[in-house]
């Protein structure tokens, strides 16, 4: 559980973690799936009750 | 300046006709949460962002999303390309014939035309770069609604697509505002012997924020 | 029906992955594997444009690419009626 330390972040302010480069989709799949990255990749199953993995 | 080139973004392939579903996929070309919305809110929000990367980030971004903006009018225009006057007149994209003919416009799927109510600049970048991030939740929330309600798998396909952009592209906003945040709050934060900017930037990767 | 041939498919796939590393490289414009990847494929795009552009006449408007007589530019199919 991520805990603050000295004075950063501060109270009311969002962030959103930095993605690292890494591993990538070969180029054409990527155009399919829609992204170059299997960490950003999240396909939505309507048939799983509507939320996505 | 702009330049075109002559390519979707995407191989939109539609293999039905389905003047009913054109009806609603005219939300993301001209609802609040669609592509022009977007591409509108990020190109104007670029002139007072104080970093340049966010400048570019904007201009990168927004052009993405009128990209996006013809692959919608594309879906709309193959799913009506070859529907009779009869097909088209016992759906919802009646309204819009009435006006429009086939042709793809603006407006959502409710009708309510385009306008610049849609979207916001304020010169604020943590407000801006907030609305931006809100903005791809509600694009992809809609895409969701409108995968739902389609049974053409080659508009499906061009869904998820779109789709996914948004899920990167809040990624991307999101690591923008945490350097302009970086940017703005270090030169107002309270200045003591121990706390340095450099030092607060080393606890980000003991903590694994970048 | 939608008929996409493979150069274009081919071009499509390699912009794609183009404009990902465009935005990645704006967030993270310190990363080198990125920057390397991204010029890597700026080649294969560039290749890719050439071979195309001589086939089939200028990819984008305003003067980035040569056309033959008469006016390629004018051709079909547009984009969105392949």
Redesign the interface.
């Given at each position: 559980m991520y805990q603050p330390s000295g004075d950063w972040p501060m109270l009311a302010i969002a962030i959103v973690p930095y993605q690292q480069y890494g591993k990538t989709f070969p180029i054409d799949e990527a155009l399919y799936k829609g992204t170059l990255f299997p960490d950003l990749y999240r396909p939505y199953k309507p048939e799983k009750g509507g939320y996505h993995d | 300046m702009f330049l075109y080139q002559k390519t979707l973004q995407f191989p939109v392939k539609v293999e039905t006709t389905n003047p009913a579903l054109a009806a609603l996929i005219l939300e993301q070309l001209g609802g609040a949460d669609g592509e022009m919305a977007a591409g509108m809110r990020y190109l104007t929000q670029r002139y007072y962002m104080p970093l340049p990367e966010a400048r570019a980030l904007l201009t990168d971004i927004g052009t993405e999303e009128l990209s996006h903006w013809e692959i919608i009018a594309t879906i709309v225009w193959k799913l009506v390309e070859h529907a009779t006057d009869e097909q088209i007149k016992n759906s919802p994209y009646a309204q819009h014939f009435a006006n429009h003919g086939r042709n793809p416009f603006p407006h959502n799927a409710a009708g309510v035309p385009f306008t610049a109510a849609f979207f916001n600049a304020k010169t604020d970048p943590i407000a801006d770069l907030h609305e931006n991030m809100a903005a791809e939740q509600k694009a992809r929330a809609t895409y969701e609604h409108l995968i739902r309600m389609s049974n053409d798998r080659g508009v499906n396909q061009t869904l998820s697509f779109l789709r996914e952009r948004e899920v990167v592209h809040f990624q991307r906003f999101g690591e923008m505002l945490d350097k302009v945040q970086d940017y703005i709050y270090s030169k107002h934060r309270r200045r003591d012997d121990n706390l340095d900017y450099h030092r607060i930037r080393q606890e980000h990767d003991r903590y694994g924020m970048r | 029906?939608?008929r996409?041939n493979k150069d274009?498919?081919e071009?499509?796939?390699?912009?794609?992955?183009i404009?990902?590393?465009?935005?990645?490289l704006?967030?993270?414009?310190d990363?080198e594997?990125?920057l390397r990847?991204y010029n890597r494929?700026v080649e294969q795009f560039e290749m890719a444009k050439k071979a195309y552009t001589e086939k089939y006449g200028?990819?984008?408007?305003?003067g980035?690419g040569k056309s033959k007589h008469p006016w390629q530019w004018v051709n079909e199919p547009?984009?969105?009626d392949?």
């Amino acid at each position: 559980m991520y805990q603050p330390s000295g004075d950063w972040p501060m109270l009311a302010i969002a962030i959103v973690p930095y993605q690292q480069y890494g591993k990538t989709f070969p180029i054409d799949e990527a155009l399919y799936k829609g992204t170059l990255f299997p960490d950003l990749y999240r396909p939505y199953k309507p048939e799983k009750g509507g939320y996505h993995d | 300046m702009f330049l075109y080139q002559k390519t979707l973004q995407f191989p939109v392939k539609v293999e039905t006709t389905n003047p009913a579903l054109a009806a609603l996929i005219l939300e993301q070309l001209g609802g609040a949460d669609g592509e022009m919305a977007a591409g509108m809110r990020y190109l104007t929000q670029r002139y007072y962002m104080p970093l340049p990367e966010a400048r570019a980030l904007l201009t990168d971004i927004g052009t993405e999303e009128l990209s996006h903006w013809e692959i919608i009018a594309t879906i709309v225009w193959k799913l009506v390309e070859h529907a009779t006057d009869e097909q088209i007149k016992n759906s919802p994209y009646a309204q819009h014939f009435a006006n429009h003919g086939r042709n793809p416009f603006p407006h959502n799927a409710a009708g309510v035309p385009f306008t610049a109510a849609f979207f916001n600049a304020k010169t604020d970048p943590i407000a801006d770069l907030h609305e931006n991030m809100a903005a791809e939740q509600k694009a992809r929330a809609t895409y969701e609604h409108l995968i739902r309600m389609s049974n053409d798998r080659g508009v499906n396909q061009t869904l998820s697509f779109l789709r996914e952009r948004e899920v990167v592209h809040f990624q991307r906003f999101g690591e923008m505002l945490d350097k302009v945040q970086d940017y703005i709050y270090s030169k107002h934060r309270r200045r003591d012997d121990n706390l340095d900017y450099h030092r607060i930037r080393q606890e980000h990767d003991r903590y694994g924020m970048r | 029906m939608t008929r996409y041939n493979k150069d274009f498919e081919e071009l499509m796939a390699l912009q794609f992955a183009i404009v990902e590393l465009n935005l990645f490289l704006d967030t993270h414009p310190d990363d080198e594997q990125a920057l390397r990847d991204y010029n890597r494929l700026v080649e294969q795009f560039e290749m890719a444009k050439k071979a195309y552009t001589e086939k089939y006449g200028p990819l984008v408007n305003f003067g980035y690419g040569k056309s033959k007589h008469p006016w390629q530019w004018v051709n079909e199919p547009w984009p969105w009626d392949r």
